[in-house]
């Protein structure tokens, strides 16, 4: 054999044994793309009878994070276990949201009378599923399943008759929009199995895996439902973990109503003083919309030790409000009766704002204090300039 061949024989069998060993550490694995779990859950339409089998598939990305589940699921739907079974392999992503599902090919999900599902049900069936705040969790099975009929509609075999999707009575009122018309039984099981009791066993699969670059990766993902999830995670240990006090001031004004306060909550915790906090809260502050600057501003209030920086640090952030966080504030500074060349100076530049009732509520502020030249000279000129409307 010449030299150039052994030495290729050779590169070869080296880089066959270095792939073999990433195998074996789990660096290319194929099986580590998925990992199926066998989970005990409670059948909701039989919630007292043992927890049956189930397989939950978790699946991962290329750089080893937990990115979603599903799970094939074959259910009873009616309290009678005379309705179709529901047949379907259900999604979340990876903290435990339901994302999607589909059916075996020729076997859709269907409402009374065998009529399968059209585009607009299963439309419909998905936004349902995707609430986990539906009514749906403050009713069992038996609100939905009236008092069926004694016997099957005129012209239809019994038999037949006997494998319809949830033959009831009219769906009671209070829940007819929580649900798929006709299909009401369906609907209910699918929600409890994609919202109840598999959330937090996808959950705990999920914090197994936690790691800081994970953390990260949620963080990053600019979706507030995991970041609503990392923040629950880093509340719970103590200390808090202080190291993502930036990322969450960077992505706190995309938070909403239902996340400010969990938001302002962890900033609040992992703070190592609460001048960071407030420092990174006001920095945040020209961003937010009006209801989570005035949970902002509503924190500052309740702080009888507000240091002088802070209150200058706020000042200086106003000029990028709204009326309502201005005018709570201008009260904030009034109730300190704290004033310095700095407050001064930011809150002149209200007075030409675009927005007169924010430039009236500037010169309110201003005329009850001692004001430098060059401001007592803007002052008087705005009131000048506006005499009819003051």
């Known amino acids: 054999m010449s030299k150039l061949a052994f030495l290729s024989v050779f590169r070869s069998a080296a880089w066959i044994t270095l792939l073999s060993i990433c195998f074996l550490i789990g660096w290319l694995s194929p099986i580590d793309a998925k990992k199926i ?38 259910n009873e739907v009616c309290l009678d276990g005379v309705c179709k079974l529901v047949e379907v392999t259900m999604y979340w992503d990876a903290i435990g949201f339901y994302e999607s599902l589909e059916y075996p090919e020729g076997k859709p999900l269907t409402k009374v009378e065998h009529e399968p599902f059209v585009p607009a049900d299963y439309e419909k069936l998905d936004s349902i599923l995707k609430d986990r ?37 009219a769906t009671p009122g209070a829940v007819k929009e929580a649900v ?6 369906t609907t209910w099981v699918l929600w409890k199995y994609a ?29 507030w439902q995991k970041i609503e999830f990392v923040l629950n995670h880093l509340l719970e240990q103590k200390p808090v973990a202080p190291q993502y006090i930036d990322k969450v001031a960077e992505v706190m004004p995309t938070a909403g109503i239902d996340h400010i306060e969990l938001a302002i909550e962890y900033l609040q915790q992992a703070s190592p003083d609460k ?7 006001i920095g945040a502050l020209g961003k937010l919309d009006e209801y989570g600057a005035a949970m902002v501003i509503e924190l500052l209030q309740s ?25 709570l504030g201008l009260r904030l500074i009034e109730s300190r009766e704290f004033f310095s060349k ?12 675009q927005d007169f009732f924010i430039a009236r509520r500037a010169s309110d502020f201003l005329s009850n204090q001692q004001l430098s030249a060059s401001a007592k000279e803007e002052f008087e000129s705005f009131k000048v300039k506006y005499a009819d409307r003051l």
């Open 133 to 169: 705040d539906s009514i749906l969790d403050d009713h069992e099975l038996g609100f939905l399943a009236s008092e069926k009929d004694d016997k099957s509609p005129e012209g239809e075999d019994d038999d037949e008759y006997q494998d319809v999707d949830g033959v009831s009575k």
């Open 37 to 74: 779990s066998t989970i005990q859950l409670t059948d909701p339409v039989y919630p007292k009878k043992p927890k049956k089998e189930h397989s939950l598939t978790a699946y991962f990305n290329d750089e080893g994070f937990p990115s979603g589940y599903s799970m094939e699921l074959i």
């Open 180 to 185: 798929v018309k006709d299909a009401a039984w």
């Open 342 to 353: 700095s407050v001064e100076t930011n809150i002149v530049k209200l007075l030409h704002n």
């Open 195 to 223: 919202n109840t009791e598999l959330v937090t066993i996808m959950q705990e699969m999920t914090k197994s895996r936690i790691s800081p670059k994970f953390l990260q990766h949620l963080l990053d993902s600019k979706n």
């Open 275 to 281: 001048s960071v906090c407030y420092q990174k809260l």
């Open 303 to 327: 702080d009888d030790q507000l240091e002088d920086k802070i209150i200058e640090e706020f000042a200086s952030s106003l000029v990028s409000q709204q009326y309502y966080p201005i005018h």
